[in-house]
């Protein structure tokens, strides 16, 4: 599998000879900024691996994120880019390239479309544990609080409810990665923001899709404005809210439209509990409980702000992600 520079590279290369445009690379100011200027305008660049129907709207709300930071257009460059994705990113007007020389770039009056070259598909590898199923797990409470790294694997193991030899596997590879750095004084978190990054990738299209218990609606249209009167507290099994409306409580700032629920219980035990009904297009998440913790965050019944973020930066809308970057400042600052 490719590394980060060797996909823009190759990328460029082709993109020259497909163009035959100008093209200079550049570094910013803070680790990992890179863009490139192509015909005297200028990208900012997030490089990825590969697009998968699991990650692709989290790789367009990292995009647009780091296109506000910057005030510059941003474009996607990887190694390989599914066909119904890069046409669905072109209608949306998501500038991307692949290491073919694919693309769809347009800012002001430069437009690119390069269309038909033979995409390099990704090899099915063994992926890091780190960035699997349990590896994601135990990165979650890392990242919730990076004092768990100093946590025995015992303790660390029984906090993500993972094996033992689980958590050793991914606290090396989280070590070699640059992400953990281990001195006498005990294991200490490194590049918290590109880890930040990957996780919430892996989560989106690796663990989440399993998470995923039922799709349901409210059965009465005025529920959805007073959903925050939902008695979730007195379900039988521990039922809390996560993404817009976990927000929506956590900011006093954005009223949900899309609504998802975490539980530790059935899916079935809500129809009777919040008068649910399940429909395979609701806007109603209902999601298994994957940490153990307390119920309440400060009081109230909410996941964690970790996940609230996670969720908000999955949804690919502008709203959503505004909000991310307030409980970002808010809540997880010690993460930049």
Same mark, same amino acid.
């Given at each position: 599998?490719?590394?980060? #520079?060797?996909?823009?590279?190759?990328?460029?290369?082709?993109? #020259?000879?497909?163009?035959?445009?100008?093209?200079?690379?550049?570094?910013?100011?803070?680790?990992?900024?890179?863009?490139?200027?192509?015909?005297?305008?200028?990208?900012?660049?997030?490089?990825?691996? &590969?697009?998968?129907?699991?990650?692709?709207?989290?790789?367009?709300?990292?995009?647009?994120? +780091?296109?506000? %930071?910057? +005030?510059?257009?941003?474009?996607?460059?990887?190694?390989?880019?599914?066909?119904?994705?890069?046409?669905?990113? &072109?209608?949306?007007?998501?500038?991307?390239?692949?290491?073919?020389?694919?693309?769809?770039?347009?800012?002001?009056?430069?437009?690119?479309?390069?269309?038909?070259?033979?995409?390099?598909?990704?090899?099915?590898?063994?992926?890091?544990?780190?960035?699997?199923?349990?590896?994601?797990?135990?990165?979650?409470?890392?990242? &919730?609080?990076?004092?768990?790294?100093?946590?025995?694997? #015992? %303790?660390?193991?029984?906090?993500?409810?993972?094996?033992?030899?689980?958590?050793?596997?991914?606290?090396?590879?989280?070590?070699?990665?640059?992400?953990?750095?281990?001195?006498?004084?005990?294991?200490?978190? +490194?590049?918290?923001?590109?880890?930040?990054?990957?996780?919430?990738?892996?989560?989106?299209?690796?663990?989440?899709?399993?998470?995923?218990?039922?799709?349901?609606?409210?059965?009465?249209?005025?529920?959805?404005?007073? =959903?925050?009167?939902?008695?979730?507290?007195?379900?039988?099994?521990?039922?809390?809210?996560?993404?817009?409306?976990?927000?929506?409580? $956590?900011?006093?700032?954005?009223?949900?439209? +899309?609504?998802?629920?975490?539980?530790?219980?059935? =899916?079935?035990?809500?129809?009777?509990? $919040?008068?649910?009904?399940?429909?395979?297009?609701?806007?109603?998440?209902?999601?298994?409980?994957?940490?153990?913790?307390?119920?309440?965050?400060?009081?109230?019944?909410?996941?964690?702000?970790?996940?609230?973020? &996670?969720?908000?930066?999955?949804?690919?809308?502008? #709203?959503?992600?505004?909000?991310?970057?307030?409980?970002?400042?808010?809540?997880?600052?010690?993460?930049?």
């Amino acid at each position: 599998m490719k590394n980060e #520079r060797n996909i823009l590279e190759e990328a460029i290369i082709k993109l #020259r000879e497909y163009s035959g445009l100008s093209i200079k690379t550049g570094k910013g100011k803070s680790e990992g900024d890179v863009y490139i200027t192509i015909s005297e305008r200028t990208f900012v660049v997030e490089v990825k691996t &590969a697009i998968s129907a699991g990650n692709k709207a989290l790789i367009f709300s990292l995009l647009n994120r +780091k296109a506000i %930071e910057s +005030k510059l257009p941003a474009i996607l460059v990887a190694q390989y880019i599914p066909s119904d994705i890069a046409k669905e990113y &072109a209608t949306h007007g998501i500038n991307y390239l692949d290491i073919a020389g694919n693309c769809s770039i347009r800012s002001e009056d430069l437009v690119i479309q390069i269309d038909g070259k033979k995409r390099e598909k990704i090899a099915k590898t063994n992926q890091a544990r780190a960035f699997q199923e349990a590896g994601i797990r135990t990165i979650f409470h890392l990242l &919730a609080d990076p004092k768990n790294a100093q946590l025995s694997y #015992r %303790e660390l193991a029984k906090l993500a409810d993972v094996s033992l030899g689980s958590v050793g596997h991914v606290m090396q590879e989280l070590t070699e990665l640059d992400f953990v750095l281990a001195t006498d004084k005990g294991k200490f978190l +490194k590049n918290m923001p590109l880890l930040l990054e990957r996780w919430l990738i892996a989560y989106h299209d690796v663990l989440r899709p399993r998470l995923l218990l039922k799709r349901m609606r409210f059965t009465k249209p005025e529920q959805y404005n007073n =959903w925050d009167n939902l008695p979730i507290q007195d379900a039988d099994d521990v039922v809390l809210w996560g993404g817009e409306p976990a927000a929506s409580l $956590l900011t006093n700032y954005l009223y949900p439209e +899309k609504f998802a629920i975490y539980t530790n219980g059935s =899916w079935q035990d809500l129809i009777t509990d $919040l008068k649910l009904v399940p429909e395979d297009n609701g806007n109603i998440e209902i999601l298994k409980i994957f940490w153990i913790e307390e119920v309440k965050f400060r009081g109230k019944y909410i996941v964690p702000p970790l996940l609230i973020y &996670a969720d908000l930066m999955g949804s690919r809308i502008g #709203r959503n992600i505004e909000t991310a970057k307030m409980i970002f400042d808010d809540e997880l600052s010690y993460l930049q």
